[in-house]
């Protein structure tokens, strides 16, 4: 009898933005799962990596992205750059 290793199911992780601040500030995934960035305030905002991806979520509606590569990623709001956030990729 063999045993055969199952494929691990990629996961969606949510990042709320509400009143101005990403919820949580921090998360980690790993390299295949996505994040969702869901908006509750009643204007847009972005989740942007310098160098890397630029997701715009209008309001009240939702954006992701998925992680195709291992390391830390630092982002931010363009419009409202006291937003920040971090998001950890590691290896399955």
């Known amino acids: 009898m063999t045993l055969a290793a199952l494929p691990a199911h990629a996961a969606t992780v949510q990042v709320v933005l509400d009143k101005l601040g990403f919820q949580p500030v ?9 994040i969702e960035w869901v ?12 160098g890397g991806f630029d997701v715009v979520i209008a ?9 195709n590569k291992a390391g830390s990623l630092d982002y931010f709001c363009r419009f409202h750059p006291n937003m920040r956030g971090r998001i ?5």
């Open 88 to 92: 950890t990729v590691t290896e399955r």
């Open 59 to 67: 309001p009240h509606k939702s954006g992701s992205m998925v992680m």
């Open 39 to 50: 908006n509750k305030d009643p204007f847009a905002h972005t989740a942007t990596v310098k």
């Open 26 to 34: 921090e998360v980690t995934v790993v390299v295949g799962d996505t």
